[in-house]
């Protein structure tokens, strides 16, 4: 595969860093990723819980400042995300992949992959291992975006990269999203839950923009190590500048929003 990997993107966890921060920032409506997740699982606190593609380990460390006293596991195939979460305590922090996960069947009572599942290669099987390692009874929830989340911001920067042969990569994302996903877990889980969060980026001042920006460059076919890096940042940004220049007194506003689908795996 050529162009950007989910590897290359998360050799460091700046760029992902970038994003969640904008989201908690940015947002139109407030935004709680991590309480629609928890009210999903309907989680008590006494769970023995795996976040897979649990990134630099945030929504643990939420769990564990909220009283969790059941076990708390991230797994990442990132060792950059891995040293990030095992720096939480009371987080245990593993290396592994999300469709050969190193725990035994049964083991979990809760299971999460969070904006992960449109990573990895073969969707399919990594939900036939969540499904493995939740007990009969525990539960399982998997978020994903909205196809076109923040598509205004994306395709800005898809424009640029265009000018430079650049195109977002198959390899990058997997095309599972909120259109998908339901019909993918029923196949594994049967019933399933959906619990559907619309909202937008909203910003009104170029920085912040710029910066979400170029955190989705992976996305929009732009290697990190990309020698046309830095002349899109700067086509990306003179656009931005001129925006806000001749639109005074407005904002930006990027649509996004996420599905949360929970299942319990029976027997
Ligand atoms: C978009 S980030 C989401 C991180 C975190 N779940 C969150 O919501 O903040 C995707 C994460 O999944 C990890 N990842 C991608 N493919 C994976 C795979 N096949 N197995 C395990 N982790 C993977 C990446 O390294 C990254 O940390």
């Not at 399919?124 to 994903?144: F, K, S, W």
């Not at 909203?202 to 002349?231: K, N, Q, T, Y």
């Amino acid at each position: 595969m050529t162009g950007p990997t989910p590897t290359a993107e998360y050799a460091t966890t700046d760029p992902l860093r970038v994003r969640i921060d904008t989201h908690a920032q940015h947002s139109e409506h407030p935004d709680d990723p991590v309480a629609a997740v928890v009210d999903a699982l309907e989680l008590t606190g006494g769970e023995a819980l795996a976040d897979i593609g649990c990134g630099d380990g945030r929504f643990l460390a939420h769990l564990g400042r909220r009283g969790h006293a059941g076990r708390l596991v991230g797994v990442d195939n990132s060792a950059a995300m891995v040293t990030a979460a095992a720096a939480i305590p009371g987080v245990e922090a593993v290396t592994g992949d999300a469709e050969a996960l190193p725990f035994g069947d049964d083991e979990f009572d809760a299971v999460t992959a969070r904006h992960m599942l449109y990573h990895v290669p073969d969707p399919r099987r990594a939900l036939r291992e969540l499904a493995r390692i939740t007990r009969p009874g525990g539960r399982v929830a998997v978020t994903v975006n909205h196809p076109a989340t923040c598509a205004r911001t994306r395709g800005l920067v898809i424009d640029r990269a265009a000018e430079h042969g650049l195109a977002p990569v198959v390899g990058m994302v997997n095309g599972v999203d909120s259109t998908t996903l339901p019909a993918m877990m029923a196949e594994v889980f049967g019933e399933v839950r959906v619990d559907r969060f619309d909202n937008a980026l909203v910003f009104d001042a170029p920085a912040p923009l710029i910066r979400f920006a170029e955190a989705l460059f992976s996305f929009c076919g732009i290697d990190p190590a990309s020698p046309h890096r830095a002349a899109i940042l700067d086509a990306v940004t003179t656009d931005v500048d001129h925006w806000f220049a001749t639109h005074l007194g407005e904002r930006w506003r990027d649509p996004k929003g996420y599905i949360v689908v929970a299942a319990q795996p029976c027997c």
